[in-house]
């Protein structure tokens, strides 16, 4: 059976992302409740080590089974609660009321659009009162949205199918996702950039969205 992308990449290059975790994580960490804490699209861990550490319970989803294997290496050093799940994100279920933190980054560009809307409705509805959402996505100011515009056929908005990663890549609009938060969610981080990109393969840029909302008690 033919390995998915992201099987291969962890594969061929450890710590694929890098070590750390993302900077917005580590800037707001003392605002998330102790409980549990959901990472869709763990990796090797970097976004959950600094709470495993804080005795949170950990749970992670990803599709690589390489990832994962590295990224339970790490939290049975850090002797911590958790439980790792080999699946794709669309077929992980989001229990309700259930996490403190959900942390997606990064990941939600690789699904449709419609996709990725609505997973992001499960992840709110998955949130304690109190629990922060944490996203990262590609924006349209990225430089290879403009590109896949003028040479790719959009497989529905915005989204477009890879055929070389035998996947889909999708950009959003910072007002699409505000758009599914009402007055019941606080804004505590909204940023967009676009930046250069060393951390794997070839530099390249990237414009992103980042946000951090948490649900009101």
Same mark, same amino acid.
């Given at each position: 059976? %033919? @390995?998915? /992308?992201? @099987?291969?990449?962890?594969k061929e290059l450890k710590n694929l992302w890098g070590i750390e975790p993302e900077w917005t994580l580590i800037q707001y960490e003392n605002l998330v409740k102790m409980g549990k804490i959901l990472d869709l699209g763990i990796g090797e861990g970097r976004n959950v080590v600094k709470f495993a550490l804080k005795n949170y319970d950990i749970e992670g989803v990803d599709i690589s089974q390489t990832a994962l294997k590295r990224c339970e290496e790490l939290l049975k050093n850090v002797d911590c609660n958790y439980n790792l799940h080999c699946t794709n994100? !669309?077929? &992980? =279920?989001l229990d309700l009321n259930k996490y403190s933190l959900i942390i997606s980054t990064w990941t939600l560009n690789f699904l449709k %659009?419609? @996709?990725? !809307?609505k997973l992001i409705k499960n992840m709110k509805n998955s949130l304690t009162n109190g629990g922060i959402l944490y996203l990262g996505v590609f924006s349209k100011e990225d430089p290879k949205y403009t590109f896949l515009k003028e040479s790719n056929k959009e497989i529905e908005k915005d989204t477009f199918y890879i055929n070389k990663r035998d996947s &889909? /890549? =999708?950009?959003?609009? %910072?007002e699409e996702i505000l758009n599914l938060f009402n007055n019941e969610y606080e804004i505590i981080c909204l940023k967009e950039s676009y930046s250069l990109d060393i951390g794997h393969g070839d530099k390249h840029y990237h414009g992103d969205i980042e946000i951090m909302i948490r649900k009101l008690s």
């Open positions: 059976m %033919k @390995e998915n /992308i992201w @099987e291969q990449r962890y994100l !669309l077929d &992980f =279920t %659009k419609s @996709e990725g !809307l &889909f /890549i =999708t950009y959003y609009d %910072k």
